[in-house]
């Protein structure tokens, strides 16, 4: 299988993991279609993926925006024609302890972690199924194994992706698609940049490879799943932590 005839649609892919497994996919020739919600770092991340002589557009949008989703994959389409792969990587936080979190702060994270991915997997799913091929990735997070405090919604929405994972690789599977999900730990992105230097000294003697992981070493799991490599894998969960679960 080539890379350079196919394309990837990204969600939140003008930082973090999201971009990295973007820029991966891009030095191996692959087109790239991303939604995210900042119009000048959607701008900005088109005109870097361009400039590695690469097909892409970016689309600005909040993928809680359901109603716009949809319109949004017709354009992707329309603009490329078709899509391979799906990778549902955007995410927020609105962390708050249990007994202060409001119903918006719950819906809101929901909503972008878990119920935007569902109506992606199953509007692109159709596409796949037309053309009997497809790799959808999830991102999800090691929040979806462990208990965090302040984090119900969060951990919640992550392990809802771990679940519409499994159960999507049983439902497409036999069309030739396949559904994983990654489980990164604590990596050097903006999400982990302003934790407070004490917590972040502990969770570092708790990692048996004693750093934060980097977005790039997620990238290229994600590429491997999404390539040759991850044909006769489906369903499955990978935690890329250090060893912190170990």
Not at 68 to 94: C, P, R, S, W, Y
Not at 103 to 119: G, H, M, P
Not at 195 to 224: D, N, Q, S, T
Not at 231 to 245: C, N
Request: aromatic share 6%; with cysteine.
């Amino acid at each position: 299988m080539s890379f350079k005839d196919k394309v990837a649609l990204i969600t939140g892919a003008s930082r973090g993991i999201g971009r990295a497994i973007a820029m991966e996919l891009a030095m191996l020739g692959t087109s790239i279609a991303f939604i995210s919600k900042n119009p000048a770092k959607v701008e900005e991340t088109e005109r870097t993926l361009k400039g590695l002589g690469i097909r892409a557009k970016g689309y600005a949008l909040d993928i809680s925006e359901i109603s716009q989703l949809k319109k949004t994959i017709d354009e992707v389409l329309k603009e490329f024609g078709q899509i391979d792969f799906l990778v549902n990587n955007a995410g927020k936080t609105e962390d708050r302890l249990l007994l202060r979190m409001s119903e918006a702060d719950w819906d809101s994270v929901l909503n972008t972690n878990l119920k935007a991915s569902f109506f992606l997997i199953k509007w692109v799913g159709k596409h796949f199924l037309s053309r009997g091929f497809g790799r959808i990735l999830n991102i999800s997070s090691i929040s979806a194994l462990i208990g965090i405090p302040g984090q119900a919604n969060y951990s919640a929405s992550k392990a809802g992706l771990i679940g519409l994972t499994r159960t999507v690789a049983k439902e497409l599977g036999p069309k030739g698609i396949t559904c994983n999900a990654l489980c990164p730990g604590f990596i050097e992105t903006d999400m982990t940049h302003n934790i407070p230097l004490e917590r972040k000294e502990k969770i570092l003697k708790e990692i048996p490879l004693g750093r934060f992981g980097k977005a790039e070493e997620v990238a290229k799991l994600a590429v491997f799943l999404l390539g040759p490599g991850g044909d006769y894998i489906t369903g499955q969960i990978f935690v890329i932590d250090g060893g912190l679960l170990a």
